[in-house]
Structure formats: structure tokens, C-alpha cells
């Protein structure tokens, strides 16, 4: 290990600063001032396309953008004063007890090893000011070796300001590698004092990543940032019947079937469905362990990796009258950038509300005042008073065989003594009239009956009809007192001796 003070240049410093620059292998023989040839640096852009899964950013801000929950390491916790130059072997980790860094001087979860010929190399810390750096860096003390960080755990992102034309051009070679040492993807950055950044993110873990400066000029590192991506994971869910009788009736089992999938890319964790049932359904059973808190299933799944799907089946019974809407919900901790498919809702017509209609037949005709040819008018009134709109209303007014048909208000048709009508729908609260146009064709008093009978349930049949009774003209017959009836009988009696002597 080498230590050199720029206040006091040690004897193999001074040497070294002696003899031919070409001669000069390592930060420790170098000092302010000192140049190796000159090479031509790379130019400044956009690093090279993504490999692998891989996104490479040489821009902090936008790397920091991605979300990733970064640790920042700037070697700032290093023993040696400013303005100097620290070399050793060990690799640096938390665990350094060095005369670089203390224990602890390094944040845990990254190591900086150093690699030469397949053996260990000595890693190099130059301090703020040495050679104009404007930042702790680090990195191999040989211009030969080159650096290996290691990441345990793994993370899914990695950035570091390469440093570099402190004494030469820089262009490194950056090795990306996933935890079993394949290699994930490869870009190179040009060095810059105060430093070019480079970032990568991956959908792979990454377990290490290695830097080679092919030509020796000597690379360095600083403002190292690692962690994990807050990756989306596109959860979804989707909700259909899969079982229900037709017509639907009250008690009825319906099935349906919940999916719950991961369009990824990263996995989903915490998740969990939720299905709201409304209060005409009945919850019976479910086939994934979903609990029940009325009127709440709730599927707990946890982690769902990506590009996976599960199914539920939730067996209900119908509990009561009208539309049955059903929704379900899916969420989970991990950031979901799409919030449109986290709910489905199946729809089923379900059971008619009943409709209760009732019928009411009324007539024009005068009292008393019929005779053949005389025309009068029937009023046939319906009302609905629900709780349900009643469909396919038929409605039928029977006539008596001394009246004949002429007309209605309401298009009926007649055939013989049958009128008849229909009407579509009848809401709930609303009425429908008729008035229908007969003749009198036959003395008699005249009976007709008016009935209404409709598709939708009705709880109440007695008002679905009613009857109807019109009386004809009659003579008047008049009425005798008890004398007038002990006269005629007197009358009669005598007529009866009269024709006895005969």
C-alpha cells in the first residue's frame, strides 16, 4: 500500500516522478501534473442501445426519475486526508478495516473488487483535490487492472459518474452480468473530470458489474448509486357468469368467474380481489379460499408474477327481484400503471320486479235509455301500480251478443264478441285507457267483462279484471193498492160465475 501526502512526497514518490511517464503504471506513481499519451475520448451522446432487458441512461436526473429506491455511496467515508492517494488490496465492502476506509466507512450491499491476471489487484481512493478531482473517487490503483462491483442482494439498478482525462483520455467498457455471471448487456463510457455519468436498469436482476479501460488510462468512479427499480406490474381483472339458468328466477344458483393476471413486466405483490355482492345475490360458496364478510369477499393472492393468472368461482343464489350488477375490484402494493382494467362488473337482467295492473271498466250509457241502434261507449282503464314496469300488456273486453263492435281509441281488433289490444309497457304509476264504440243490436240487458293479463309477474290477479252490467229499455208496469187488488180479484171472480151459469 502506498500513501502519499501532497504536503510531504515520499522518497519512491519522487522517483517515480523521475522516471519516463511511459514507465508509470498506477495512481501511486503519478502526481499533479504527470500526463501519459494522449488518446482520442470518446464523444459525449446517448450510451449504446439497450441489451438484454436493459435501459442505459447517461443522464443522473433521468436515472433518478425511474423511481428506483437508490442507495448513494460518494466514498466520502475514506481515513485518508484530502488531496492524497490510498491503495490495498482487500476488496472494498462494508466490512473494510483498512488504512482506507474503517468499518462501516462503505455502505452494506456493494463491493468494489479489483481484478489483474485473475488475481486480486489493489484498489486506489483519490481524495478530494488530487489531480483536480472534485470528488472522492475510486477504483483499480494499476491503470491495467480493471474494476469489478459486486451487488449482494442483487439489484435492478446501478449508476456511477466515470471519471477519467485526469492523465489521459478514458473510454471504458462496461460489462452489465445477472447473479449467475451471464452476461445481461455491454456499453461504453467516455471518462470526464468532473465525471460522465452512466445508469442502467434491468428487468433481471444484476449481480456484478465489470469495467475495463482496454487502453490503460486509468479509470475512476464516484457517486455510486445502486438499488431496485419500483418496476409496474399491470394488474387486472376480469368477472363473467359462467353458470345461470334461463328464465332467472328467484333462488336461482348463479356462478361466476373471477381472473386476476399480471401484464407485467415487474411482479405484482399484496394483491388481492375484492368482490362487492349486491344485495340480490346470496353468497354460497367460492373455490380459492376467499373469505366471506357479508357482503364482502375478499381473495387475498400476495405475489403474482408476471405474465401469471389465477381463477376464482363464486357460486351465488339469486335473493331477490330486478337487475343484478356485479363487481369486481383488484389492487396491490406494487405501482400498477393501469388503473382501467382493475375493475369488472357482469351484468344480468335478473328477475322481473312483479307489476301489479289492475283493470277498471266504466260505460257512458244512459240508464234506462237503450233501445236497438242506440251507440254508447265503454272506457277500459288500466293502472300499474308496480313495483316493477309491467311488459306485454294483453288486454280482451268480451262483449254481450246484443251489442256489436264500431271503434276504439286504441286500434283494437274484434272478432265475434272478442275486442282485443295490447300494449307494449306500462310503467310504474303510469295508466293506459280505451274507449271502445258499440251498437245495440238486440233488446236485453247487456253484460261485458274486461280482462288485462301481462308477461312480467303480477302478485294481485283478483283486479286483473272486471265486469260490467247495462240495463235496456223496459215498460213500466204500475202497482195496485190492497183495494185496487180486492177489486180486481172481485172482478175476476165474477167473470168466473158468469161463465160457470153459462
Not at 482487500?90 to 466507512?105: Q, R, V, Y
Not at 405475489?303 to 351465488?316: E, P, R
Not at 281509441?409 to 264504440?437: E, K, N
Amino acid at each position: 500500500m502506498n500513501l502519499l501526502k501532497s504536503s510531504a512526497l515520499t522518497l519512491p514518490l519522487l522517483m517515480a516522478l523521475s522516471a519516463p511517464i511511459s514507465a508509470q503504471q498506477s495512481w501511486s506513481e503519478v502526481a499533479p501534473g504527470s500526463q501519459l499519451p494522449p488518446r482520442e475520448a470518446l464523444p459525449l451522446g446517448p450510451p449504446a442501445a439497450p441489451q438484454g432487458g436493459l435501459t442505459f441512461f447517461n443522464d443522473r436526473v433521468l436515472f433518478v426519475a425511474t423511481g428506483a429506491t437508490l442507495v448513494q455511496e460518494n466514498f466520502d467515508g475514506s481515513l485518508v486526508a484530502p488531496n492524497n492517494v490510498c491503495a490495498n488490496t482487500p476488496a472494498l465492502n462494508s466490512t473494510t478495516n483498512d488504512t482506507c476506509f474503517a468499518t462501516g466507512g462503505v455502505v452494506a450491499g456493494q463491493e468494489l473488487d479489483v481484478i489483474v491476471d485473475g488475481g486480486g489487484g489493489n484498489y486506489v481512493i483519490l481524495t478530494t483535490g488530487f489531480l483536480g478531482v472534485t470528488a472522492d473517487v475510486v477504483g483499480p490503483s494499476s491503470f491495467t487492472d480493471h474494476a469489478v462491483w459486486r451487488f449482494d442482494p442483487p439489484v435492478t439498478a446501478v449508476g456511477f459518474d466515470v471519471v477519467g482525462d485526469l492523465i489521459a483520455a478514458v473510454n471504458v467498457d462496461i460489462n452489465i452480468f445477472d447473479v449467475g455471471g451471464n452476461m445481461l448487456g455491454t456499453t461504453t463510457s467516455a471518462g470526464t473530470n468532473p465525471g460522465t455519468f452512466f445508469g442502467v436498469t434491468s428487468t433481471t436482476p444484476i449481480g456484478r458489474i465489470e469495467t475495463v479501460e482496454p487502453a490503460g488510462g486509468g479509470e475512476l468512479f464516484s457517486g455510486l448509486v445502486f438499488g431496485d427499480l419500483i418496476l409496474d406490474a399491470d394488474v387486472g381483472v376480469t368477472k363473467v357468469v359462467s353458470t345461470a339458468p334461463s328464465p332467472l328466477l328467484v333462488g336461482s344458483s348463479v356462478v361466476y368467474t373471477i381472473s386476476a393476471s399480471n401484464a407485467g413486466p415487474a411482479d405484482g405483490t399484496d394483491v388481492v380481489v375484492s368482490d362487492t355482492l349486491p344485495a340480490n345475490l346470496t353468497y354460497v360458496s367460492n373455490t380459492c379460499g376467499a373469505t366471506f364478510a357479508a357482503p364482502t369477499l375478499t381473495w387475498t393472492i400476495g405475489a403474482l408474477a408476471s405474465g401469471a393468472s389465477v381463477d376464482c368461482s363464486i357460486t351465488t343464489t339469486v335473493a331477490d327481484f330486478g337487475e343484478i350488477s356485479n363487481t369486481a375490484t383488484i389492487a396491490a402494493s406494487s405501482t400498477d400503471p393501469n388503473a382501467a382494467n382493475n375493475a369488472a362488473t357482469a351484468v344480468l337482467a335478473g328477475v322481473p320486479f312483479p307489476a301489479d295492473v289492475a283493470i277498471a271498466l266504466s260505460s257512458d250509457a244512459t240508464l234506462g235509455a237503450l233501445s236497438i241502434g242506440t251507440q254508447f261507449n265503454y272506457t277500459i282503464d288500466a293502472t300499474n301500480a308496480g313495483p316493477g314496469v309491467a311488459n306485454d300488456l294483453a288486454f280482451v273486453l268480451q262483449l254481450s251478443g246484443k251489442v256489436s263492435f264500431v271503434t276504439s281509441s286504441c286500434g283494437a281488433v274484434a272478432a265475434g264478441s272478442s275486442v282485443t289490444w295490447s300494449v307494449p309497457t306500462l310503467a310504474i304509476g303510469a295508466a293506459f285507457s280505451c274507449v271502445v264504440t258499440v251498437s245495440v243490436v238486440a233488446p236485453g240487458d247487456l253484460l261485458a267483462t274486461a280482462s288485462v293479463s301481462t308477461s312480467t309477474v303480477d302478485p294481485n290477479l283478483v283486479n286483473n279484471s272486471a265486469d260490467l252490467v247495462v240495463g235496456f229499455v223496459a215498460t213500466a208496469v204500475p202497482t195496485l193498492s190492497q183495494l185496487g187488488l180486492l177489486l180486481l180479484g172481485l172482478v175476476l171472480a165474477g167473470f168466473a160465475v158468469v161463465i160457470i151459469r153459462r
